[in-house]
């Protein structure tokens, strides 16, 4: 089936410093999404992505949708301690279900 | 804020017992969603439903049975509890403005002794 490969598994960063994450697939999607997650809740949509190529922005958060369909990228700038979390690719398939990736992890050193 | 509601929050049952969880939904969607979510793994689809009466197999469905007599109320069966069955229970909608998008419940925490 299809799979989604979200690296890396966890991030341990400073405080200030920027985040990439990444996520790649063997298949084509039409729509990529990033979620967050907090401990003891539910996944939060942070970005939708429609379009090959397109690089969209929320506040300190910008996601691109690659030009191969088959990949995704999230970035966080200068962190803060509320980022903290698990971030969560995930793809949107021609039948309509939603493939997610494992997650990336991210933890702030103070 | 996507109106779900999520009953129980939390649960602890034995193996052999039948489990049913509950989603509330308060916007009127059509689309719902049950995962699990487990460590290393991320969220799975377990069924979904797109109206009242039609639901239909998602990726890890086997031990689960789900049922949807009206719109706002999606429930997930367990209809003999494994210790494999414990996870993280989350319920979904699909947007009404993006519908490539999903929106999520604050989720279930089930164990099975």
């Known amino acids: 089936g299809q799979q989604l490969n979200q690296s890396p598994q966890s991030m341990f960063i400073q405080e200030g410093e920027d985040v990439s994450m990444n996520c790649t697939s063997s298949?084509?999607?039409?729509?990529w999404l990033w979620y967050k997650q907090d401990p003891g809740e539910g996944p939060v949509l942070l970005i939708a992505l429609y379009k090959a190529g397109e690089l969209t922005s929320n506040g300190r958060l910008t996601a691109q949708f690659g030009i191969t369909r088959k990949d995704s990228f999230l970035n966080i700038s200068a962190s803060i301690p509320s980022d903290v979390g698990i971030y969560f690719c995930?793809?949107?398939?021609?039948?309509?279900?939603?493939?997610f990736g494992k997650g990336t992890r991210l933890h702030i050193l103070p | 804020d996507a109106g779900i509601t999520q009953s129980p929050r939390h649960k602890v049952t034995e193996t052999g017992t039948p489990v049913t969880l509950r989603c509330h939904q308060t916007e009127n969607h059509r689309y719902m969603y049950w995962y699990r979510q487990d460590p290393g793994h991320g969220l799975r689809l377990i069924h979904y439903s797109y109206g009242v009466k039609d639901t239909d197999k998602g990726e890890v469905s086997d031990g689960y049975s789900v049922s949807r007599s009206k719109t706002e109320d999606f429930l997930l069966t367990l209809e003999s509890a494994t210790s494999s069955q414990t996870s993280v229970y989350f319920c979904a909608i699909k947007g009404r403005v993006s519908t490539d998008t999903q929106y999520f419940g604050p989720g279930t925490r089930l164990t099975v002794l």
């Open positions: 995930a793809g949107l398939t021609r039948d309509d279900k939603i493939i």
């Open positions: 298949s084509i999607f039409n729509t």
